[in-house]
């Protein structure tokens, strides 16, 4: 695969997501997480949905938004993959994620620690060292 993935601590953004959809604002059906910087589109998939009573999971998928559709081929993003908690009310982050890469363009994204209840912003950004190239945000309140 030779891509590089790195799971992170935490810091902040954007509101309004519903838990169960997990789509931003004005999400397409065709693209609903949208590297708009980098054109390409993301899915999620939760294996485990957000609570404060237990680790969150999900799987996302990366597509070129060129092609329209994720199937039949996903691609790598073009970034080292980095998801990161942050709770903005409080000003504070949780402890590290797990991102396990599958095949080309899927990953599953583990240990997502949802402490306490309140609104929580998910940081799913595309890196290239220290850089952050792209970025979707989404927001659930537990």
Do not use: N
């Amino acid at each position: 695969m030779g891509m590089k993935v790195l799971g992170t601590g935490v810091m902040g953004i954007f509101l309004g997501v519903a838990l169960l959809g997990a789509r931003p604002a004005q999400a397409d059906a065709a693209c609903p997480l949208e590297f708009k910087k980098l054109k390409q589109c993301a899915s999620i998939e939760w294996i485990s949905q957000p609570s404060t009573e237990r680790e969150g999971a999900f799987t996302i998928r990366f597509w070129s938004k060129a092609s329209g559709k994720p199937a039949p081929r996903y691609e790598d993003p073009k970034g080292t993959l980095v998801a990161r908690l942050f709770m903005p009310t409080m000003g504070h982050g949780s402890s590290p994620t797990r991102i396990v890469p599958h095949e080309t363009g899927v990953f599953d994204v583990q240990k997502l620690r949802f402490m306490m209840p309140g609104h929580w912003d998910l940081h799913i950004e595309l890196k290239k060292a220290s850089v952050v190239l792209d970025e979707v945000v989404l927001g659930f309140d537990l």
